[in-house]
């Protein structure tokens, strides 16, 4: 913090913006002796307390009787890219700037260093008692090398109780490690790949992209396992030589070990990481190195997009086509989106990577405004999986079963032959619902309208949408009739029960998002997949996401109709994407994979795009019904959702809100209507559907809408969610 920087000057005025939900900024008075300038990081009296701002404006006048400004913090300043992008993206989303400036404004926590990692080193005498497991871990550390403790305990072959009897025998000293660098500079000549042609002719479009300094957007399109990762490498490279900053986006998921081995086998040192599991002040450290330009990569989550860049020269952001870069809640923004815009602002090249680009992606590439990269074909000539259909229809699994003989049969195949397999099914837990045979009562979310979801794993039920947990009785709680609860449908736990019975000699695990651990439990078990410690694999979506396992050549998916009958719009695209991309993790290895789909409906437009494999025959279906149904991207949507902690509340303010939409000529408004999730978290739900022509300012008219609209009272929210994603 600097308080007192003696700058000269000093007095006058500044508009300092607050991280809170607020849509304006506020007056303050610069004391003397304190020189400010727009994206500096203040302190500033706000209410009862201090808070940190940002100064967005800065004026000429004498502050009268304003507060003052308290100091300057010792925090890297937004320059005026990232300052506009809050500004943009508060526009597009109707979201207060103050929220949007949330995002960009991370202050480090107080008085909290970043705890030192430790260090053995062999110090003094041998202990008095020498046994054997000590003189291993004694003879481990010989050369006064500093070695974390279980580096040396794992080398010695012997427990961290050895380790730290020979501590307190003063053998070994305990010291701290150096400080691992956030962000080492990468090598860009460290180890050049063989790329095919194909891959070297986008390679070179994509480095010309980044030496041309001029802001474009590309779509990087290639089937799964043709070597995307590989080839926009050559463009941060390129980056790297020119001393520019490059941003490679990803799904928090997606950031694993392999893909950190991947860079590191390229470069030389692993890029910078920002995402959920960064501690505060590897962060700070991190951000600062951001803003100095040291950092020259920075893979991250979406989060990581409104970070201080010195020279952002590149912005990548890969699997474009996933969910996960659309934030829910609070500043409702799309990563992907964005990531064109602060392009856009920095005058730097974009590149969208994905086997199965989002229809929005396509249509830009389709109609000119994006440059279309192909990777048509496998790295090294590899085939494609063979697809087939499983109609369970005519070969259906036994009673309380969910795996087809003809499934069964090619996992059973595949065992024999020492290879893996993959069943993929996108439904977390035991069951999605549980009921009681006697009386018929179900297990229901007290605060949500969904179905309690049966986890045997936890022992409990679980709502996935507010994160309640109960646990799961021996009767009925309505008529408390013992063990007569019922598991209804399945979940990849009940999967792998299945899986147990079937296969019991086979080394099988599940994956799925929600088992404690968290990221780094997931990490840590993909790259075991990887390594082919496990013969079947039982999991959900994240399975689906950019892995790359060498030994698996069966994927089979248990049920390929989930999501085919949604009411959301995008249905068929997200489907078509998910099928595309589970299936594409056969195969890419030295032998060829195939993947059987289980389906109630073979003739299914999807499924047949699937098995054709000509994603332009299912591009193509789907275009043309957007456009007709005047749906993104032909058209524009957004969502008002309102809630309150009563039903009569949130549906008198939703009716209020239809009497005044004035919809003008292009413009539709429709509802209000109970949202299908009609209560989530004890909040009462109504949801209006706005859509619009591309030629209509949505922006613009919703604001007209919501400034002559009632104010919302006592427990009354209105959330507006521009081009959403989720229809729930």
Known sequence: MDGTRQDGGGGGTVEVLIPLGLDQAYSYKVPPGLTLAPGDVVLVPFGPRETAGVVWETGAGSGGNLKAVAARLDMPPLDP?????????????????????????????????????????????????????????????????????????????????????????????????????????????????ALSPDQRAVADALTGMV?????????????????????????????????????????????????????????????????SGVSGRRRERLQAAIARGEALVVAGARSALFLPYADLGLIIVDEEHESAYKQEDGVTYHARDMAVVRGRIENAPVVLASATPSLETRVNAERGRYRHLKLPERY??????????????????????????????????????????????????????????????????????????????????????CGHVERRPHECPACHKPESLAACGPGVERLAEEVATLFPQARGIVLSSDFPGGTERLKTELMAVANGEFDIVIGTQLVAKGHNFPGMTLVGVVDADLGLT???????????????????????????????????????????ALISGDPERFYAAETAAREAAGLPPFGRLAALIVSATGQAEAEAHARALARCAEAPAGVAVLGPAEAPLAILRGRHRMRLIVGTGREINLQAYLRAWLARAPRPKGSVRVAVDVDPQSFL
């Open 566 to 608: 949604s009411g959301d719009p995008r249905a068929a695209e997200r489907t078509f994407q998910a099928l595309r991309q589970v299936t594409g993790r056969a195969g890419r290895g030295e032998k060829p994979g195939r993947a059987l789909l289980q389906t109630h409906d073979p003739s299914h437009p999807v499924l047949q």
């Open 380 to 465: 090294g000539g590899r085939s494609l999986p063979q697809l087939g259909l499983v109609d369970l229809r005519r070969d259906k699994p036994e009673r309380g079963r969910w795996i087809s003989a003809a499934l069964a049969r090619a996992v059973a195949a595949n065992l024999e032959a020492g290879e893996q397999s993959l069943l993929f099914l996108n439904r977390r837990g035991y069951a999605p619902l549980t009921l009681c045979r006697d009386c018929g009562h179900r297990f229901q979310c007290p605060n949500c309208s969904a179905w309690l979801v049966d986890h045997r794993f936890r022992r409990a039920l679980v709502c996935h949408h």
């Open 81 to 193: 890219a990232l300052r506009q992008l809050v500004d943009w993206v508060a526009w597009y989303t109707l979201a207060p700037k103050g929220s949007v400036l949330a995002l960009a404004l991370r202050r480090p926590p107080e008085d909290k260093p970043e705890r030192p990692k430790l260090g053995i080193r062999l110090a003094g005498p041998p202990p008095a008692r020498m046994t054997p497991a000590r003189a291993r871990a004694i003879a481990a550390a010989e050369g006064g090398l500093l070695i974390g403790k279980s580096a040396l305990a794992e080398a010695a072959s012997v427990s961290a109780a050895v380790i730290d009897s020979l501590i307190d025998a003063g053998t070994f000293s305990v010291e701290a490690l150096p400080q691992e660098a956030v962000a080492a500079r990468p090598d860009p000549e460290h180890q050049q790949p």
């Open 211 to 275: 030496r041309e300094r001029a802001w474009q957007v590309a779509l990087l399109e290639g089937v799964t396992g043709s070597g995307k990762t590989e080839v926009y490498f050559e463009a941060v490279a390129e980056a790297v030589r020119l001393g520019r900053q490059s941003l490679i986006l990803m799904p928090e998921i997606a950031l694993t070990a392999q893909f950190l081995d991947r860079f590191e086998a390229r470069f030389g040192v692993r890029p910078g990481l920002w995402h």
